[in-house]
């Protein structure tokens, strides 16, 4: 489908947005949306992608199904198009059973021209079931970044994105990032189907932020951050990012003590005050808040005049998305990282707490090896049982099926409860004949708790002789209107063998090198940050060069610009692993032997990494756990393996 080219999208722009004139690259963007086509939008952060599909929603018949991982985002840009009266909702766990329930009528009718939904929610059974049938225009999907095994922030549920999309038979895809470098822009194109000509690229560079690296030291730095926050008055927006959730309340309280206006914002804080620090911070001139990487994904305030990373980001790109957040008015704003060269412990061994054990990934090519050709399978206990985290048992998953070993189904819930809002009688008024039969069944097989009613759908549907799905349909049809309220719980996600597992060792050594493999990534990508806050020429340019675009000229205001570079890192002086250390594992080790197995869990208890197994044996709260977390890991997997 394309549209009539006769529109004046500029005057749309104007009377929709409130907006003079678009910025680079989105009209390019647009145009080849609305002739029909699939597209690619790589602009730098808070370079306007969202336009690019909100503009063409109004006009598009159907449905613009967002995807995005940021809740933060949906909510805010909901509010915002709906209070341009552009109907929008979105669908994510904060909402209630009614509020739910309403946005899915509003979808069916056509009221709402765009929907937003994290690419969890394809996982939910009922949704699946009730986007199916919405015609949608425009597939949207925002940090498309995700979908590259290569990329900083690989989600292996965004490899499956491309596949629902040609599932809901949309008629366009719009892929967003503003951090794509070559490589990742070539997974992004290949896996939506996007003509190279239709990858919009902006200038990645704005000349409006000041880039700088400071050395410091741990004891120096909070006076540091002081120094340069008392220097700016009037005082002004500011975001300070820490690694750990411990340091961003830390900081924060030693600002207010310090007198100025501060909050710390992580995910460990409940969703309510989470949402009141950055209500606070969109309404302040002033306000300072202290944050993990959770604060900032998807807010869009316009004149944050400084961001200070007390502690360095992980990689390029994270460095990129966070200073974008500067200066989105074009004013000018500085970005700076206070450099501690001791942090780097604290950043790789993040990278080394994803990596699974070889008995872990052994562990867990059995499990795949005893299910039956079709089965489900709940990430959360497979993580337990093969003692690894279940973002590692998803990547693992995604492999075997890049491998063509298995091909993902649709997911489910294995529980199902409800509670009445109408009598059985007043339900069943709605339906005659075979539907009234079957509607009667469904309810009398459910079984009656204190207060909710539970019903086993494996159970129903043999007795029933039909397929699960209809009694889901069932439900759905009666929480849409009203009649239940319902509440799923158990969610499994369903697998089919494609081919036989005929060499289980070898199968899971293969694996272990693909988590070694993405540890090393992590690790590369972590020295090229350093490498960058070290250099010895513009640091501008040199991130622009990342994302494969060239500056003509150095940009004159970064660290080596300004004649302060830091130059050479000193190497930190790392303490060494104590005997006492080494001695109170080896202790441990004789009687949790199936905790720690081997020199690298041993070596994750004496970093503080957790993982399910030594959650569940309660070994994170034994003495030593964590005693070695200033030491690098491989330092302290060389101790145990040369002891």
């Known amino acids: 489908m394309t549209l009539d080219t006769a529109i004046d999208i500029d005057q749309l722009l104007q009377e929709r947005f409130s907006l003079p004139s678009f910025r680079p690259g989105q009209r390019a963007v647009i145009d080849r949306l609305l002739a029909g086509k699939s597209a690619a939008a790589i602009f730098p952060t808070g370079g306007g992608k969202s336009l690019c599909y909100q503009l063409p929603a109004i006009l598009l018949d159907g449905l613009t199904l967002v995807v995005s991982p940021l809740l933060a985002l949906m909510r805010e840009q909901v509010e915002q198009l709906n209070g341009r009266g552009i109907h929008a909702a979105r669908l994510d766990s904060t909402l209630s059973a009614d509020e739910s329930r309403q946005v899915m009528l509003d979808v069916r009718s056509g009221k709402t021209k765009l929907l937003y939904v994290a690419p969890e929610r394809f996982f939910n059974e009922r949704f699946r079931e009730f986007i199916n049938d919405i015609p949608v225009s425009l597939f949207a999907i925002d940090e498309a970044h995700c979908i590259s095994q290569w990329g900083h922030n690989f989600r292996p549920d965004y490899l499956k994105l491309a596949r629902i999309a040609r599932e809901l038979k949309a008629e366009r895809v719009l892929a967003l990032t503003a951090t794509a470098t070559p490589t990742v822009l070539d997974d992004i194109k290949r896996g939506f189907d996007i003509e190279t000509a239709d990858a919009v690229l902006t200038p990645f560079y704005r000349d409006n932020l000041t880039l700088r690296f400071t050395l410091t030291t741990e004891e120096a730095r909070d006076q540091l951050l002081l120094d340069r926050l008392a220097a700016t008055t009037p005082r002004q927006a500011t975001l300070v990012y820490a690694t750990l959730q411990k340091t961003a309340e830390e900081v924060a309280n030693f600002l207010v003590e310090s007198g100025f206006e501060a909050k710390a914002y992580h995910a460990g804080l409940d969703d309510e005050v989470r949402r009141g620090v950055q209500d606070w911070f969109m309404a302040s001139d002033s306000a300072i808040v202290v944050a993990t990487i959770a604060f900032g994904m998807g807010i869009d305030k316009s004149n944050i005049r400084a961001i200070y990373h007390y ?51 052994r562990t867990f090519v059995e499990i795949i090896v005893g299910q039956p050709e079709n089965f489900f399978l709940s990430y959360y206990a497979t993580a337990f049982e093969a003692d690894m985290r279940d973002s590692v048992v998803r990547t693992l998953l995604t492999q075997l099926e890049l491998d063509d070993y298995l091909l993902a ?10 509670k009445p809002r109408a009598s059985s009688q007043e339900i069943l008024r709605h339906f005659q004949g075979e539907r009234r039969e079957f509607a009667s069944s469904v309810l009398a097989m459910s079984v009656k708790k204190k207060v909710w009613f539970e019903i086993s759908l494996a159970a129903s549907a043999k007795r029933l002789q039909c397929d699960r799905t209809r009694i889901v349909k069932m439900l ?107 001695a109170s594992v080896r202790a441990l080790t004789k009687s949790y032997p199936a905790q720690l197995h081997d020199a690298r869990q041993q070596a994750r208890f004496l970093c503080g990494l957790s993982s399910p197994k030594l959650i569940r044996a309660r070994l994170t709260s034994k003495p030593g756990y964590g005693c070695c977390n200033a030491i690098p890991f491989d330092l302290v997997l060389e101790a145990l393996l040369e002891g």
């Open 311 to 361: 502690n360095p980001s992980k990689s390029l790109e994270s460095l990129a998305q966070e200073i974008g957040r500067a200066g989105r008015d074009g004013q000018p704003a500085v970005c700076e990282t206070l450099l501690v060269p001791e942090d780097r412990v604290v950043l790789e061994n993040f990278a080394y707490g994803d990596t699974p054990s070889l008995a872990s990934v």
């Open 409 to 418: 189904t649709s997911p489910r819930y294995e529980s199902y409860e409800f």
């Open 476 to 582: 759905d049809y009666f929480a849409e209107k009203g009649w239940i309220e319902l509440k799923l719980s158990g969610l499994v996600f369903g697998y089919r063998k494609l081919k036989p597992i005929t060499d289980i060792e070898a199968l899971a050594q293969n694996l272990y090198q693909v988590s070694l493999d993405r540890e090393v990534g992590e690790l590369v990508r972590l020295n090229e940050l350093y490498e960058l806050m070290s250099a010895n020429h513009c640091q501008s340019a040199a991130l622009s060069e990342h994302f494969g675009q060239d500056l003509p000229a150095d940009c004159g205001h970064c660290s080596y610009c300004e004649g302060d570079p830091i130059g050479d890192l000193p190497e930190p002086d790392y303490p060494r692993v104590g005997d006492s250390a080494l």
